[in-house]
């Protein structure tokens, strides 16, 4: 079974406007990682945040990990029309991922 | 750095016939995963080597797939013989070995599996 569910399943906003996802999970985890998949391509790593971390930052993202809650978050800033693609939450433990089943995240010019 | 490599990209097949995917990892990492990916959901990971070993097959469908990675380095997923609901995306994916680190994982471009 797939666990790290995404909500919402779609996201339609404009150019410059935040983008939320979010994630939620029923397992412990040791990690949790975000994943972008451009239309009919691989998954590209964005960013990790471990278990005990509560929020970590790359550029225009911004993740926010709450383990009481199982829940997790991926703030996109000033979204871009090349930011247009599926978001994945995927939860790591024991070397290996279970992902959920994606945001697709539309941002029109 | 070369990312990871997959051929075909894309195959369209008929149910019962075989197929082959390959993969060539990023030099150096030890760790191999193929995923399965159905239109619209999630990469669902098939199975898991570590140089050539398997480390997790719990979840590929041992009747009709197998994989095997020779010398710890490139892996083929044979379907044999294939279902209409094996049409998906077939990504691999890999990542170094550090003990007591996060793993980081890099994805190929995929093949595209089509069956009729």
């Known amino acids: 079974s797939q666990q790290g569910e995404e909500d919402p399943q779609a996201l339609s906003i404009q150019e410059g406007e935040n983008a939320t996802m979010n994630c939620s999970y029923k397992?412990?985890?040791?990690?949790l990682q975000w994943y972008r998949q451009n239309s009919g391509r691989g998954l590209v790593h964005l960013i990790l945040?471990?278990?005990?971390?509560r929020e970590k930052h790359s550029g225009r993202l911004r993740v926010t990990l709450d383990t009481s809650k199982k829940s997790s978050s991926l703030l996109i800033t000033a979204s871009r029309a090349a930011d247009t693609a599926s978001y994945f939450c995927a939860r790591g433990s024991n070397y290996k991922l279970t992902f959920g089943k994606g945001t697709l995240l539309t941002v029109n010019p | 750095e070369a990312g990871v490599a997959q051929s075909p990209r894309y195959k369209i097949i008929e149910k019962r016939q075989s197929v082959a995917f390959w993969c060539n990892p990023i030099?150096?990492?030890?760790?191999l995963y193929w995923y399965q990916q159905i239109l619209g959901q999630g990469p669902k990971l098939l199975i898991q080597f570590q140089n050539n070993g398997v480390v997790d097959d719990s979840q590929l469908p041992k009747d009709r797939f197998s994989a095997e990675r020779l010398k710890g380095v490139d892996s083929t997923l044979k379907i044999q013989p294939a279902k209409l609901e094996d049409s998906a995306v077939y990504l691999c994916?890999?990542?170094?070995?550090?003990?007591?680190?996060?793993?980081?994982?890099?994805f190929g471009p995929g093949t595209r599996l089509l069956v009729l």
């Open positions: 397992t412990s985890i040791n990690n």
């Open positions: 030099s150096g990492h030890a760790t």
């Open positions: 945040i471990r278990s005990n971390e």
């Open positions: 994916a890999s990542s170094s070995l550090k003990r007591d680190s996060p793993q980081t994982q890099y």
